[in-house]
């Protein structure tokens, strides 16, 4: 017993702990309190819950699981009720830096609160490389969006997830649908080897450009035009405009030699001015006769059900490196591969299947 109490790690009996709580019905006095204010649409409730997905303290984690399946709970009511109506629309929007991704989603944000609707903006900032946390430099950049009362912006520190979003970018969404925000904007990083990881979380993934010389097309990845719903040529105004009409003409024709992510909808390019709003309306536009295609299709709740599988696996993944890492001996076992892996002593992957010959044995020692 005592084997056994060492070796299998805290997480995996976080984890047990947290997913029969679950499904008793007593939820915690502070979730309680949280989802009250969530489902009246209060935005310090949301900014509390957004803070308790993101923490990595094992007491509160137990406490965002709760509160996040209370809130997937409630959506299956609504979607049981009023079918993909339910559903927020969910944007993700990415391009490379000085393509003016925080001056679009003001100008955006701004017609889509005159418009009635309610717009939930989470920027993943760049990580400070001291402390981890956001530079929050979105939020100074939309000035007038941060202080609409229809608007949500959270800036959310990346801390070197590749995806360009956070672990926790999944739930923040839900827990913004919950407080009543009918359009959710999760703007990513930059343009990068796996930053259309995004798309896995939205209903539409947009991929925002500049206008420039033109080399910005050889620049792009493939897989990121690929993945793309929706290409936007931005700053077209002033003496900007010639250049983006020829950005808009070299992505038409490029988008005719990539396949569609979709067999009903072709990406259109649009050029746009965040400065003058230009082109904004008309975007809205493209943006509900998109919505409108992929219900009649059934493929816009398609995405979303494939959404949840990816959560799943994101949080799976997590969670076995964070159960790997806290396996008794085995932070010892790892730093010995790392050594003989950096000295040339053992290649790679012959480094990464020891490690896990070694954490299998340490699981079937303690049962």
Do not use: W
């Given at each position: 017993m005592a084997l056994l109490t060492k070796q299998i790690p805290r997480t995996l009996t976080a984890l047990s702990r947290s997913s029969s709580f679950s499904g008793s019905g007593c939820l915690d006095h502070t979730v309680t309190r949280i989802l009250e204010g969530l489902r009246n649409g209060q935005r310090a409730s949301l900014a509390e819950a957004i803070t308790l997905v993101e923490t990595s303290h094992p007491k509160k984690?137990?406490?965002a699981k709760q509160l996040v399946s209370q809130v997937l709970h409630d959506a299956r009511q609504r979607q049981?009720?009023?079918?993909?109506?339910?559903?927020s629309f969910r944007l993700g929007l990415s391009g490379p830096p000085g393509a003016g991704k925080s001056t679009f989603i003001e100008r955006f944000g701004k017609f889509l609160t005159s418009q009635g609707h309610k717009v939930a903006v989470?920027?993943?900032?760049?990580?400070?490389?001291?402390?981890?946390?956001?530079?929050?430099?979105?939020?100074?950049r939309m000035p007038e969006l941060t202080t609409d009362k229809n608007a949500y912006i959270r800036p959310?520190?990346?801390?070197?997830?590749?995806?360009?979003?956070?672990?926790?970018?999944?739930?923040?969404?839900?827990?913004?649908?919950?407080?009543?925000?009918?359009?959710?904007?999760?703007?990513?990083?930059?343009?990068?080897?796996?930053?259309?990881?995004?798309?896995?979380?939205?209903?539409?993934?947009?991929?925002?450009?500049?206008?420039?010389?033109?080399?910005?097309?050889?620049?792009?990845?493939?897989?990121?035009?690929?993945?793309?719903?929706l290409i936007v040529v931005n700053k077209s105004d002033g003496d900007l405009v010639a250049a983006a009409h020829r950005m808009q003409y070299e992505y038409i024709s490029a988008l005719k030699y990539i396949r569609s992510r979709n067999k009903q909808w072709k990406a259109p390019v649009k050029r746009v001015s965040s400065v003058t709003g230009e082109g904004i309306e008309e975007l809205w536009e493209i943006l509900q006769k998109y919505r409108k295609t992929m219900e009649n299709s059934g493929d816009f709740l398609s995405?979303?059900?494939?959404q949840q599988k990816s959560w799943m696996w994101t949080h799976l993944n997590e969670n076995l490196m964070s159960v790997f890492m806290?396996?008794?001996?085995?932070?010892?076992?790892?730093?010995?591969?790392?050594?003989?892996?950096?000295?040339?002593?053992?290649?790679?992957?012959?480094?990464?299947?020891?490690?896990?010959?070694?954490?299998?044995?340490?699981i079937n020692q303690s049962k």
């Open positions: 984690k137990e406490q049981y009720a009023l079918g993909t109506k339910s559903f989470l920027a993943v900032d760049p990580s400070s490389a001291t402390t981890g946390g956001s530079l929050l430099g979105d939020k100074t959310s520190p990346s801390r070197g997830h590749l995806g360009g979003v956070t672990r926790s970018t999944n739930e923040a969404v839900v827990l913004c649908e919950a407080a009543g925000y009918d359009i959710v904007i999760v703007e990513t990083v930059g343009v990068g080897q796996s930053e259309f990881s995004v798309a896995d979380m939205v209903d539409m993934f947009t991929l925002l450009i500049p206008p420039g010389g033109g080399d910005e097309l050889q620049g792009l990845k493939r897989g990121i035009m690929e993945m793309s719903d995405r979303r059900q494939t806290q396996t008794y001996g085995m932070k010892q076992i790892l730093k010995e591969r790392e050594r003989q892996v950096m000295l040339g002593m053992i290649s790679p992957g012959d480094a990464a299947d020891s490690l896990l010959q070694e954490f299998l044995k340490t």
